[in-house]
């Protein structure tokens, strides 16, 4: 089993930034990826970023060159780093763990005013 606590939602200005952070923990061993995902009312959830073990990173096309995606294994923690924040970015967002099955977190609400 592996547990994932997001944190560092909030409300922000356009243009603003946060970071949000998920710690794991558990069986954090059998992780192979961790990611991150947002559902914004009335819309599908979708894969903003993801980082591999090997530190391999891949991000949507809407986030590439605002987000980064980083991870402190020490602290076996996954942060999205989030800059020029806009409006359609607002969503709940969740960390997911890739592993013999795939584990979520609670979600935290980024609101992005205009």
């Known amino acids: 089993q592996v547990q994932l606590v997001e944190s560092g939602g909030g409300l922000v200005q356009a243009g603003g930034s946060l970071r949000l952070s998920c710690a794991a923990s558990g069986s954090i061993f059998s992780i192979n990826v961790m990611e991150w995902h947002r559902q914004a009312p009335g819309k599908q959830r979708e894969l903003v970023a993801a980082?591999?073990?090997?530190?391999?990173?891949d991000y949507a096309d809407s986030v590439k060159g605002r987000f980064t995606i980083s991870r402190d294994n020490a602290k076996n923690t996954v942060y999205l780093q989030m800059n020029s924040l806009k409006p359609e970015d607002t969503a709940v967002y969740y960390c997911?763990?890739?592993?013999?099955?795939?584990?979520w977190g609670q979600g935290t609400q980024v609101t992005v005013s205009s």
């Open positions: 997911s763990a890739v592993s013999y099955r795939d584990y």
């Open positions: 980082i591999t073990n090997d530190g391999n990173t």
